[in-house]
Every structure is written in C-alpha cells, then in structure tokens.
C-alpha cells in the first residue's frame, strides 16, 4: 500500500498514541492491585487488614489522578467507604472528585516548579501517613513530575529558595538526576523521609517511572526509597553549575554546607518498605512498535535510555532516517525507526522572547537537518508521553515533506529560531505541532521516524 506524505505523518501519530495508551494510569494500577475480602495484593505483595487496619493512600505526579482512579475502581467501593483515605498531589487541570481519595491541585498545569498550593498538599499528605499504626498499609502512588508536586522544605529554606534553586538547575541544563539531588537534600519528604514519617506496617509504593533505567531513588525524587547521595554530592551539582554570572540561593549553599560540616543524620526508614515499577519508557516503546508493525513497518528500535542534547538528538535521528530512506535496495520497505528517553535544551542568553519544550527543540533541529538532505517519505515525531512538553500546550512536534514546504513559503529559518530555544512559533506557524492536552501519565517521551518504502511518501495528498 503506497503511503502519502499524510499517511505517514496519521501512522506516526498513531504509533506515538498506542505507546501513551499501554501507560494509561489508571489501568496500570487498576492491573496492579486485587480484593479479596480484607486481604489485598499490590502488585504481588500481599497483606490482610484485619478487623482494624486501615489503608492509606498518599502520592503525587502528573499520572496521579489516573493512579487513584484506578486504585478506587480495583479494592471497590465497600472497602473504600470503611478502610481508605488518601490524599494525592496533581496539577491542577488534573483534579477531579473521587470517592475517598483527595486529588489536591499542587501546582498550575505547565508550570513544573514547587508552589504554596504544593507546601500545603505536602502538609497533607505527612499528616496521613505519621497517623498510620501498625495495623495499617501505606500506599503511595508516584509518577513523573511527582519532585516538583512534593514540596516541603526543611527548616531554614524558604519555598522561594526552592523554586529560585530549581530554575538555577533547570536553566542550567541540569539532568533529573543532578535535579533531584538537589532537592532531596532540601526536603523533609524526599530521599526517603516520606517512609521514614510512617509507623504503618506495611508501606507499598506503586511507581510509573519517568526516568532513563527506572532508578528508584531518583523518581519524584525517591520520597520513600533511602537516599545513597549526601549533601557534599548535592553541593558539587550547584558548584557544577555555578558562574560569576549564574549564582544559586546562597541560603541553599549555606544550608547544605551546615550539613556537610555537622555530618548530618542518615534517613533511618523502619517500616516495610516495597518499591514497585508498574510502568515505564520500555512499555510505552513495546506497545508502539506493535503498532507500527501491525501497520505493515519493520521496526528498529533505538532503545528507552535516550539522552544528550535534544538538538544533537533530533539531527541524529534526522540523519539516520536519511541514510535508511537512501540505502533501500531492490526490495523497499517501510521503516519505523523508534526510540525513547529524555534529551535535555540547554538555554542560552537572550532578552527576546522564546517558547518551546524538548520534544519541540528537537523536531526543529531535525528539520534543519532535513532541509539540506530532503525530507521526502520521511516524518519524524517527537513527544512528552504526559502531553506537556515544557511550560507549553503541546507535547512535542513533528517533521515531514508538508511542515518543511510550509516553512518555505513563510522563509521561515531553523536556524534562527533554534539559535534562541523557539521552536514552537516555528512549529505553530508550519503546522508541525503534536497537540493531545494531557494524557495523565508520563513515561519521558516516545519517538517515532517512519521512512516510506522507495516511491512512497512523494505526495502530500
């Protein structure tokens, strides 16, 4: 079947979606837990309440609606009215009214940092999980964006301290990992300390990774997972990234170097703890190349542990759809070309106005690319599996032979717009922007190349 220029860009964002669809939250954790009268298995782990035992459900991130959607609908509504409470912190496009779990709106949607609202979810949710006894079960449910949901900070920094030292880094182009041991370090809630608050028996943390080779500690910053950093190692993030013209909160400096220098107290966690991955990149990557073989593509899968710069990222996927397009031989096939992870931008200098995300930056830079190499029976789709990239409205973007004419007519260069991180005018303009709101999950972003066998893909009708 010979595929149009449309088709290709309809199969890609086809694929894309059925890889979001596999991380849906709510059916990952509606999957994950059984009822059986007063015993109850979360994700394999098993535990009967009793008479007396309570369960308490606490958590954040940006799949958390969908999390406690799907908790509520798996232990039923019998068991929710006599034994649940819980409290979870989401965005706020992402609150709605469920029957016993809270979904408190902790920060704006599309604004990724630490806010007042959030402070007092965080407030919240300790409160539940230190009235828990012996005879009660913890569940938390996290997800990725669950650091900046969590915030509470320790004595001594202020809530604007946390948001001024998560732009410093971000802006800095600080990986998560650096990110977050940062904040870990500044938190009565992360690195650990939300198990540590508890004296329930029995804590179960349900987790839907957002982060390169699904590190436990490192997923909304590990709140119940114990912290292998130090605050010397959070330090030499923020020395790392310090100039005479970038500087971090010196209260921030001042307190983690108090820290150093007292020795500090290790997070000493007593209870229970199990830490389990219902979800992540690598699930979201198999479903879509189902999909993509399903509509009659061979599949080469790059794997879910992408990283770099995603200007570096997007040329490098532009070039090797070229190269695959060019070397096909007697015998042509469509190709899907797939991968998965989390590419950082590194912002430079400017006083003029800017808008875009990763996903978008990298879509750019892959045009750029194209423009000298053609882009005919080529598409390339990149995008948030949360529907978010960056402080914008869309997830990501994508490239093909129509957003390149497009871009042409209006003399639009990449270029230009690449040289000051504002892809999205440029994507807007061309019609290249991947548009979904938010699908309440978030396993990093999912990538898709699809390369139109020989004679394929020439038209855009």
């Known amino acids: 079947m010979a595929r149009s220029t449309a088709g290709l860009r309809e199969d890609a ?8 669809a596999a991380v849906d939250s709510e059916r990952l954790v509606r999957a994950s837990v059984q009822r059986e009268g007063n015993r109850v298995a979360l994700a394999g782990h098993e535990f009967d309440l009793g008479k007396r035992g309570r369960v308490f459900v606490v958590g954040a991130g940006k799949a958390g609606a969908g999390m406690a959607r799907g908790f509520e609908a798996a232990v039923g509504k019998a068991f929710l009215d006599e034994r649940v409470s819980g409290w979870i912190n989401v965005p706020e496009d992402c609150v709605q009214s469920l029957k016993k779990i809270v979904l408190h709106g902790a920060r704006p949607a599309g604004v990724n940092e630490p806010t007042e609202a959030g402070v007092e979810g965080s407030k919240r949710i300790l409160e539940l999980v230190r009235s828990a006894g012996r005879d009660d079960v913890c569940v938390v449910l996290l997800s990725g964006g669950g650091s900046a949901l969590l915030p509470a900070p320790v004595d001594g920094i ?3 301290d946390k948001q001024q030292v998560t732009r410093f880094l971000m802006h800095g182009g600080a990986t ?9 370090h500044l938190s009565q809630i992360k690195g650990g300390r939300l198990a540590a608050a508890t004296r329930a028996g029995l804590m179960v943390t349900l987790i839907i990774s957002d982060v390169i080779g699904d590190p436990l500690d490192i997923i909304a910053s590990g709140p119940t997972v114990a912290d292998p950093s130090s605050p010397a190692d959070a330090l030499r993030v923020l020395e790392r990234f310090t100039t005479p013209q970038r500087q971090p909160p010196e209260s921030v400096v001042a307190y983690l170097r108090e820290r150093v220098e007292s020795g500090g107290q290790a997070v000493r966690i007593s209870a229970d703890v199990r830490n389990v991955i219902v979800g992540n990149n690598a699930v979201a990557l198999a479903a879509a190349s189902e999909e993509a073989q399903r509509r009659g593509y061979a599949v ?3 794997g879910s542990d992408g990283t770099g710069e995603a200007s ?18 007697s015998e042509p096939k469509a190709m899907c070309l797939l991968s998965g992870g989390e590419p950082i931008v590194r912002l430079v200098a400017t006083d003029r106005p800017r808008k875009g995300g990763r996903n978008q930056e990298l879509v750019l830079a892959a045009l750029d690319e194209l423009t ?12 948030g599996t949360d529907g978010e990239d960056g402080p914008t409205d869309a997830a990501g973007g994508f490239v093909d032979a129509a957003v390149v004419e497009a871009a042409r007519e209006q003399n ?5 717009y690449l040289a000051i991180n504002n892809a999205y005018p440029f994507l807007e303009a061309c019609g290249g922007l991947l548009m979904t709101g938010p699908t309440h999950t978030n396993v990093m972003d999912l990538r898709v190349g699809l390369i139109a066998a020989a004679g394929e893909g020439q038209s855009s009708g």
């Open 13 to 20: 964002i086809a694929i894309w979606k059925a890889g979001v």
């Open 158 to 160: 202020s809530l604007a």
């Open 176 to 184: 998560i990992q650096e990110l977050n041991c940062v904040r870990k």
């Open 300 to 302: 080469e899968s790059l």
């Open 312 to 329: 570096a990222v997007g040329r490098d996927l532009a070039r090797r759809c070229v190269a695959i397009r060019d070397s096909q031989t």
């Open 372 to 383: 000298t190499s053609r882009c005919d029976g080529i598409v390339l789709l990149s995008g």
């Open 412 to 416: 639009l260069k990449a270029a230009d």
